[in-house]
């Protein structure tokens, strides 16, 4: 198993899926199923935020994952929402439902379901320290504040933003990892790996080697 943690933007979940395709293994993102919770109860309607732990995984429970090989994606009512679990509405509320100690028992125990099934890369927050503290390779993949808000912002843009654009994203992301401190932990075992100037098949060929290593 193979653990990699990190903060928002951080490049932890391609990263970890393209280490998955190059290892011939299943990846599983945390993060994707925190955001299905908030997209379901999104959807589900009713009283606005903040919501009941209870309405939460009311929702959630029309939440479900279709894997493929190394594909890993969460469904709403059978149907793949991929496109929308980046939708401002649901990174504006992830982070309170993320806290919510029975969405995360909820979230942990798909995440424990997929690697019973063999061998794993798992991304998240607190992968390598909570959730998978046996993991075998722990990574802690980390960038400069203005190289992860300029790769959110070109996530959601699609092309590169604009200085007020990047300025925005800075903030929002400041303010998303105050939110998320407390579970945004490295493992004292974990390998860090800085990404700032580091390219993503870089960190792909880093991390595969150490896992190779520890075959």
Not at 44 to 53: F, I, K, L, N
């Amino acid at each position: 198993m193979i653990a990699i943690d990190g903060p928002a933007a951080s490049g932890k979940s391609s990263t970890a899926l393209h280490v998955a395709r190059a290892l011939g293994i299943l990846h599983a993102d945390s993060g994707a199923l925190y955001r299905a919770a908030t997209l379901a109860r999104i959807r589900a309607g009713g009283p606005p935020p903040p919501w009941s732990e209870q309405s939460v995984l009311d929702a959630a429970q029309a939440v479900s994952v279709a894997s493929e090989a190394s594909r890993f994606e969460p469904c709403i009512g059978g149907v793949r929402v991929a496109g929308d679990l980046h939708s401002p509405a649901v990174t504006a509320h992830v982070s309170a439902v993320a806290k919510m100690p029975r969405v995360r028992e909820w979230v942990n125990a798909h995440m424990r379901s997929c690697a019973a099934r063999g061998a794993i890369v798992v991304d998240g927050r607190d992968m390598g320290t909570a959730v998978f503290p046996e993991a075998q390779l722990k990574v802690f993949l980390d960038a400069h504040p203005t190289e992860r808000a300029r790769r959110r912002s070109f996530q959601n843009l699609e092309r590169a933003p604009t200085d007020e654009e990047l300025a925005a994203e800075a903030r929002a992301l400041s303010t998303r990892d105050e939110k998320d401190a407390t579970q945004t932990r490295q493992a004292p075992d974990a390998i860090v790996i800085d990404t700032t100037h580091v390219t993503q098949a870089e960190q792909v060929s880093q991390i595969v080697a150490l896992a190779k290593k520890m075959r």
